[in-house]
């Protein structure tokens, strides 16, 4: 072979060896773009996309779940292969439809008013429902918590919204829902003629079109003391004071048990309610009667498990004692006797009269109750006319017995007295024996049980006054509104047991997340006005841009929701933060799953351009004092 010929065949072969390295290189760099894309996709969780390189020019192909999906998937290829020309040939499936609920709607009913929740069809039926509201009872105060995302109702529909009305207006506690075709109704009537008539109106304007679920019930009274008291005297029959039974079968029971003591127990009408003890109630009545039956003279006094016989004079020491030990041997178990043989010196007497005339008044849920003794119906009157005019005729129970005996003295002065300090507590009992005057009460401030006993014992010296108050601090807290820093915090609480959850790969909340939304709206209830920050995270897979839009678009979808569930948008601040504030590793998945989450945080509140700046004293901070009444807290 001649040179001439060698000097082109090695050219050859160099270029053809060029050309192979070059072949390779340009593999190797695909197949690394091509790895670069498909990992950004498999932290978005799209394994539906494939990946074709040829050079820097990368092509997508696959069919996505939805547009939202397809776009996604292009803009992190292109932004985890900047360098590459990138094209999307992928399908999308079109998104049907969104599904709507059928209408429900709650009203719940107590004393501050109406608050409806729930979602109706449009603007006009939440229209229609307030409008029917205030036609019932025009003073009536309506919350509506409604969104307008249901369904529309099928035709022939309205029916519902008279009956939801008419029961959440005319029963003063009660929960309704309404759905097409039913509605349930849970609440409370004042008393059993009310309840029937409003079972007959509901059932009425249903007819047989809706279906009716009515758990309609009618307050239990609660006798507060639960006393039996009754009395003999020299030559005369026993005479009933006081009778409270647990139930109509008991009062028949007491009512045998008197008859044949004489006339004086003709009108007897036995109290029916909650508040007695457990086991033999009657069973002590009839140990009592019995004892007093025995005795000249005498009274028998059972408060709750408390057995008193007193014997009065002319009773001797041998009869007082005969009945004493049959008094003790027949009261049920579970019963504390106490027996006492009163002389017959004047001042017993006067310490029998005044421990003899009596009144008690109660307050609980159900309403006010006085019962007791007045030396007159114009004293009846005047007490009865004055409880009304502070609490309302329509909670106000009078059980009051004119008696033919001397009251204490001022004691119409003392009675007022107590229902003027009856009406600052929320619950409890005021007790009147002779000179005696015992409080018993709930106040949501402790301040004022200083008042109360200083008022008392300032203006009734003759009388001996004890008080003892207790104070819901918890409750009392829970009523007062909940600033930024505190509001966050417990909505961060409520996320974090139960985490919002996005679709894969998107934005949009799934279904199951609808409690925690509707939990964290409830608790924007108990917040005040301070602007809330809703926080977006996300794990540091993918690149950093596309994280933080990312996060930005799942704290406004959350922001979203909740303005749907009634919170003001006006108080939400969406803030995305991408991968910025990690809370875990990033290099292990249980991390990385830490990290995609929602925060919540109180954003800082603008300036007043009026204030100074500086910062009010926090409301909710009060000096406790200590009551040096003997009340406890």
């Known amino acids: 072979m001649s040179r001439y010929l060698l000097f082109p065949i090695i050219a050859l072969a160099l270029g053809i060896a060029i050309w192979q390295v070059a072949e390779r290189s340009s593999r190797a760099y695909e197949r690394m773009l091509v790895e670069r894309v498909k990992n950004g996709l498999e932290v978005l969780g799209y394994d539906w996309v494939e990946v074709k390189a040829d050079g820097l020019k990368l092509e997508l192909h696959g069919h996505a779940p939805d547009t939202f999906a397809r776009e996604l998937a292009l803009e992190s290829a292109r932004a985890t292969a900047p360098i590459a020309t990138v094209t999307s040939y992928a399908t999308a499936t079109l998104a049907p439809p969104e599904r709507r609920d059928p209408v429900r709607v709650e009203l719940l009913r107590d004393k501050t008013g109406v608050t409806m929740t729930g979602q109706t069809a449009n603007r006009q039926m939440s229209k229609r429902l307030n409008d029917a509201l205030i036609a019932r009872d025009a003073g009536l105060e309506i919350q509506d918590l409604t969104g307008i995302q249901a369904a529309p109702p099928p035709r022939g529909w309205g029916a519902e919204i008279d009956i939801a009305t ?37 059932r009425r304007a249903a007819g047989e079109a809706v279906d009716l679920s009515l758990r309609i019930r009618i307050p239990a009274r609660v006798i507060a003391p639960f006393v039996f008291s009754a009395e003999k005297e020299p030559g005369q029959p026993i ?30 009408l036995c109290q029916v309610g909650l508040g007695g003890p457990s086991g033999d109630w009657t069973g002590a009545i009839a140990a009592g009667l019995s004892a007093l039956d025995k005795l000249p003279a005498g009274r028998i006094e059972i408060e709750y498990r408390h057995a008193h016989l007193n014997g009065a004079p002319p009773t001797s020491p041998v009869e007082f004692e005969a ?10 178990e579970g019963f504390k006797p106490d027996t006492a043989l009163l002389g017959d010196d004047v001042a017993t007497r006067i310490g029998i009269e005044r421990e003899l005339f009596w009144m008690t008044l109660t307050r609980s849920s159900l309403g006010i109750t006085i019962s007791g003794q007045v030396p007159s119906e114009a004293a009846a009157t005047a007490i009865s006319a004055y409880a009304i005019a502070i609490f309302g005729a329509d909670v106000v129970t009078l059980d009051l017995r004119v008696v033919d005996r001397p009251p204490p003295k001022h004691w119409q002065i003392a009675a007022l007295a107590m229902l003027d300090q009856l009406a600052l507590s929320s619950g409890g009992d005021v007790r009147l024996a002779g000179y005696t005057i015992a409080v018993r009460g709930e106040l949501a401030d402790p301040k004022l049980a200083h008042q109360i006993h200083h008022e008392l014992t300032d ?37 974090r047991q139960n985490p919002i959850k996005f679709s894969t790969g998107s934005t949009r909340i799934t279904k199951d997340s609808g409690p925690v939304l509707d939990a964290l709206a409830r608790v924007f209830e108990g917040c005040t006005t301070d602007p809330i920050e809703v926080g977006g995270h996300t794990d540091s897979q993918g690149a950093e841009d596309l994280n933080q839009r990312v996060s930005q678009a799942r704290a406004e979808s959350v922001v979203t929701a909740l303005a749907e569930r009634g919170v003001a948008r006006a108080r939400l601040i969406a803030k995305g933060y991408g991968e910025s504030v990690p809370v875990a590793d990033n290099q292990t998945e249980e991390g990385r799953a830490r990290n995609r989450r929602i925060e919540f945080l109180a954003a800082p509140k603008p300036l007043d351009p009026k204030s100074d700046g500086t910062k009010d004293p926090d409301p909710e901070v009060e000096e406790e004092t200590e009551d040096a009444t003997g009340s406890k807290e």
């Open 166 to 202: 008419l029961a959440a207006s005319a029963l003063p506690n009660a929960y309704v829902v309404m759905e097409p075709g039913q509605v349930l109704i849970d609440g409370q009537a004042a008393n059993a003629e009310e309840r029937a008539r409003l079972v007959g109106a509901l």
């Open 239 to 268: 005479r009933l004071e006081m009778c409270a039974v647990r139930t109509e079968e008991e009062e028949g029971t007491v009512r045998a048990m008197l008859a044949p003591a004489g006339s004086a127990n003709e009108i007897l």
């Open 323 to 332: 009945a004493s030990k049959t008094f003790i041997e027949s009261l049920p």
């Open 459 to 495: 203006g009734l010296p003759d009388y001996d006054v004890t008080t003892v108050f207790e104070f819901d601090l918890p409750a009392r807290m829970a009523v007062i509104s909940m600033p930024g820093p505190r509001c966050a915090d417990r909505l961060s609480k409520v996320q």
